[in-house]
């Protein structure tokens, strides 16, 4: 959908709109100066190696997370159980971590892994498969295997995973410092970073340049014309979920094995929910994926700042992120069009 | 043990209480995008709308000093946010679902951001009806403390289901949701038809916020919705496009949310984490039992995207 | 600024105004000014847990010389290291006060490694001087004192002897807290039983109101909690005409005639005491305890339905609390499921480490752990 120049032109119209819009708010109803705030945002998101680091370690579950709706999508599938996924995943990475503590950090790594994987794969899965194969609506159970998820992952750590010395704050038992995946170079920014960034790229290079990938755009095009074609839909629906749910799986490991070194109930503090913006905003292109998760991840970095400074209620980055996630999502009308659309308010006559 | 001590009989005593108290901005959030979605387009953004609601609600209750003001308050900032979404899916290429879930995001935000100065503060409240005066059992007393917004959410439900069928209005906005084709045939504007249908969709999720920060639970905070617009988008869906079948499932899921509180008090403490899903394990079983692969999804307006 | 949100925090600059006088006693120093930073888990004017450490702060604030950053809603994730690394490098923070339970380890512990120059003090961690540097310490009031004399206002109030608690999770803070209720109302009221409803999570309004009203339909008729913000607890038991019991801070106002007493925080004795030895150039304390005595926590004033003999008994309570002469915790102590959990003979004094581990809920508690 339209040419690189176009793209980045309206995406930065977009942006601009936004920060109008953010800027009036802030005039009328915080009396704070807009130029201000914006400066101090630059300051805390990219204004120095340690407030970038901070970025980008708040972009890298994001990254992974919107893989869960991305990938779905490229059927048609809306799917947002990206914060089910994540955190069975983590539940599941922290089991299998503590059972194979003793065997070797690569070993212990590469069970956490696919352990999460496999969870968070085959949840999504679940609802992948409904929807193929009993028409229920995917948006809708894979929402609801969300909320069951987050239950499941609360009675674990509770229940029969908790460590018993974990006492204010139960989690599972420890997976061990030395199972712990550490930082990429001389950096802050543990490896997540890196395995989304692979991941993205892996997404592409199969959407883009093989025939599997191909056999999805057409099934995501018309699914009838490629059933006709004798496409198995409903096992590219299965391997979509399943990938997906698996990369949403997969952050969750990452938050046990970068950063927890446990699970606990704060594996589910809604980087699965905002990894469905992220998905929307890149129009689930797996490369665009990267730089809008590091974008939202600036915006969050730069929180902090806002409140410490300008006494902003943590509420106004949210504000931010919606007024975002609006503009570029109209702008979207922009493309392909003559700049006289802003006189032409017409109704889409159908989809 | 004394006289007031019903023991199990409190659990589904306190299911139907559960249910009349917790239900209704399940009821209203449900209609609205019932209406919305019937003409055709699915506002996901009724969170951000129930939380805005709440809000403006609670604040003008606090200001004014009448809770019924903020029910009327609460309703226009609801048919706002419903035309903001109407007005940005006319435009070509703009996705319903992806504006929706960016309203959502904006509404919850915005709540948030300018209702700081409302969570101390303690508003009015709408108060509720004694309906279980001829009972001696004070359980039944208290379940049967009925809120008129919930006695209005029922009302509508039927009215809704009503017109829908029997109106002309009812009948072009079915039609808008069928087929675009057939509703440009008859000379009605889709467009105008959804901006209504969404616009007013909203001002029912509105209602819905006023009644949890007016009412139950009766305040103002950041926690108040965790979610219950979304689920209530969801019990659309669950619930067939069918207005009655909305109040159905939002009085059932109300209830199933009460399941685990019930259970603790009296004495079954196991795994209460495992009930608090129940009503998403009800929800989704029940869609799992009663959709069927081989045809498009009974009741769904032609029209509409997500449930193709 | 003339932000309307700002509300909310002046009035609880006023009142905290008072105490901040004795603050100002060092007299201003033209030097770099003091840069302390707080960190909450949730909205800052919740009237409850971070409500109780952002009015402490407030009175920080009034201190000459001192300068305080707030960051509230930090989620207890890489986001909170985060936070406490931008205080540090951005606004040159040199004390730090990360409020939640769930900052300790790892995520404090971690910054504090890096930053050895910088002081952490933990709300409620179990500092341990083998396994943690001595940069970082932990600080926590034995608010079950005055949860124990609540009991015992619940206990001589309650007709029904049905008293409850609505609570988030059963962890050992909140289990110590139901069990003093729950020993104090049974000190007086033999036949009282407390029921606990767990909800689950430290902020779920709606299920927190569920609660409430499930327990009034099973005949209770005081009720308090230990979750984040009690005031949907209290408002809603206000409104079924009950009688409730506050916790954090003062819901007096919320209750006007229900309200019994609460348990309160008094956070600011600790953080006063912390920021003068910063500022005469020493080290806070690495593990600081305390209760009634020395002021960290308090009970709210009675409410208009406390008995005479209620307030008498309490402060004869209070008095041997005080003084040193009273356990809470003494033996034979069985937990409800009849097990013996404190052998008769042993008394254990708030200091104990035993006591911070607490996993079980003791005769007369309707509820399990697990």
Known sequence: MGTAFERIAVSALALLASAVIFGLLLILYAGVDPFEAYALMYQGAFGSWFSFQNTLTRAAPLILTALCTALPARLGLIIIGNEGALVLGGVAAAAAGVAVSGSGPLVAQLTMAAAAMIAGGAWIALAGGLRQYRGVNETISSLLLTYIAIALMNHFVEGPLRDPSSLNKPSTHPIGDANMLGTIGGSDVHWGLALGIAACVICYVVQRFTTFGFAMQVIGGNPKTARMMGLNVGRYVLIACFAGGAAAGLAGMVEVAAVHGKANASLAVGYGFTGILVSFLARHHPLAIIPVAILLGGIGASGGLLQRRLDLPDAAVVVLQGIIFVCILASETLYGRSWNWLWRFRAVEGR | MDGSDIGFWGVPLAMLAGAIRVSTPFIFVSLGECLTERSGRINLGLEGTLMMGAMSAYGTALLSGSPWLGVLVAAGVGLMLGTLHAVLCQLPKVNDIATGIGLMLFGTGLAFFLGKPYIQPKAPNLGALDLGGWSSIPQVQQALQVNPLFIFGILLAFALAWALKNTRWGLIVRLAGESVDAALAIGASV??????????????????????????????????SSGQGLMAVALVIF?????????????LFGAAGAISPALQSVGVTQGYYLFSAAPYVLTLALMIATCSPARSVRGAPGELGAVK | MIDKF?????????????????????????????????IYVGPRDDYGYNQAHAEAAAVLKKMAGVKVVEEEKVPETVAVEKSMESMINLDGATLLFPTSFGYFDPHMLRMAAKYPKVQFRHCGGLWNQAKNPMNTGSYFGYIDEAQYLAGIVAGMTTKSGKLGFVAAKPIPQVLRNINAFTLGARSVNPKATTQVIFTGDWSLPVKEAEATNSMIAQGVDVVTCHVDSPKVVIETAERAGIYTSGYHTNQAKLAPKGYLTGAEWNWERIYVDFVETMKKGGVPGNFVRGGLKEGYVRTSPFGPAVSDAAKAKVDEVKTGILNGSFAIYKGPL??????TVIAGGTAYTQTEPVLEGMNYLVEGVIGATS
Do not use: H
């Not at chain 3, 069985?334 to 097990?339: A, P």
């Open chain 2, 191 to 224: 467009a105008r038809v959804r901006l209504l249908a969404t616009a007013v969709g909203g001002a029912f999720a509105g209602i819905g916020g006023a009644f949890l920060s007016l009412y139950y639970p009766g305040s103002w905070n950041e926690g108040l």
């Open chain 2, 239 to 251: 619930a067939r496009w069918d207005p009655i079948r909305c109040l159905w499932a939002s009085l």
């Open chain 3, 6 to 38: 700002n509300i909310g925090r002046r009035a609880l600059i006023g009142s905290a105004a008072g105490a901040a006088a004795f603050g100002l006693a060092g007299g201003a120093m033209a030097q770099k000014p003091l840069v302390v930073g707080f």
């Open chain 3, 334 to 339: 069985k937990d409800n499921k009849g097990n």
